[in-house]
């Protein structure tokens, strides 16, 4: 196939191979992962649609964007923000192909798309009290739960916690032990002082993980399958995850007093708007906040 005519899927393969080298140095694997469905999502399609292998670079039109949103949330069932995620990867694929000229038509000129807000699941303090003390049948399901107690008393996700080596533990200036580290996801610098669950925890693992790890963490699917049982075995009707680990983390400290800015370091976040999302303000906090309003405002009556 001639450079000019060459194919949506050849040139997406290429990329593909040109993100899969970079791995490990200046891309992450779980992105070059999501290209990878991507991919396989757009071959179905084009195969599925227009009943051909590849479909040449400068014919696409805007319907076949639009077709391949619309195929992904009624014919793939993908939620709304799984397909504002692949139309991402698209659109950067096809911009790519445009800058080296092989396309002239722009298909995402009149795609409009955005995040959908979901509701962070949190866990209250109660709840999280009631998973420290959850009984625990076998050795996977304690070292499990310690895992997501480490995430809701750090932030840290899970990625972020299964990459900690022992040298990310260190006594910072204020002589108290920190997680200093980067988040796998951004590159952006977090570090966290080791509350006393945490710091417990590292040092009840010492020495038991591979290779200079701090921690041996299971798979997530292993994790999320032993966090559900545990969740049930709290009842907790929030469905137990890393995620909700860190979401817990940060709606706690917020609820303390933690300034936003603050939480938005330890988190490791590049824009604050992203810290934002985890501001839920609980009851407790609104109760709080009253009762030392009403004590300034005693002095005005009628």
């Not at 040449?56 to 993908?78: E, H, I, M, P, Y």
């Not at 790519?96 to 009149?110: D, H, I, Y």
């Not at 966090?227 to 995620?243: A, N, P």
């Amino acid at each position: 196939m001639k450079k000019n005519s060459l194919g949506v899927l050849s040139f997406f393969a290429k990329h593909n191979s040109e993100f899969g080298q970079m791995v490990g140095y200046s891309r992450a694997k779980d992105t070059y992962a999501r290209y990878c469905v991507v991919f396989h999502h757009l071959e179905r399609y084009i195969r599925e649609r227009y009943g051909k292998k590849d479909l040449r670079l400068d014919t696409l039109q805007a319907s076949f964007v639009s077709g391949f949103d619309t195929w992904l949330r009624s014919k793939r069932g993908l939620a709304p923000n799984s397909v504002w995620g692949y139309m991402i990867m698209l659109k950067h694929v096809l911009t790519l192909a445009r800058n080296e000229g092989l396309m002239t038509v722009n298909p995402f000129c009149s795609y409009v798309n955005s995040y959908c807000p979901v509701d962070r699941g949190y866990l209250s303090e109660e709840e999280l009290a009631r998973v420290l003390k959850v009984p625990v049948k076998t050795e996977m399901e304690e070292r499990v739960r310690d895992l997501f107690l480490f995430s809701a008393f750090t932030g840290l996700s899970y990625i972020d916690i299964r990459n900690l080596r022992v040298e990310n533990v260190r006594q910072f200036f204020d002589g108290h032990w920190w997680v200093i580290t980067r988040r796998q996801k951004t590159r952006v610098e977090s570090n966290v002082r080791l509350l006393d669950v945490p710091l417990r925890l590292v040092e009840k693992y010492r020495g038991t993980a591979p290779e200079g790890l701090l921690f041996f963490v299971p798979s997530n699917s292993c994790c999320n399958k032993i966090l559900k049982r545990l969740g049930e075995r709290c009842y907790i009707q929030t469905r137990l995850t890393f995620h909700v680990g860190r979401h817990t983390f940060a709606t706690m400290a917020l609820n303390k007093g933690m300034p936003i800015e603050t939480l938005s370091r330890i988190l490791g976040h590049t824009n604050i708007r992203t810290t934002q999302i985890y501001a839920k303000i609980t009851n407790q906090k609104i109760s709080e906040d009253m009762t030392a309003l009403a004590k300034k405002m005693k002095g005005l009556r009628l």
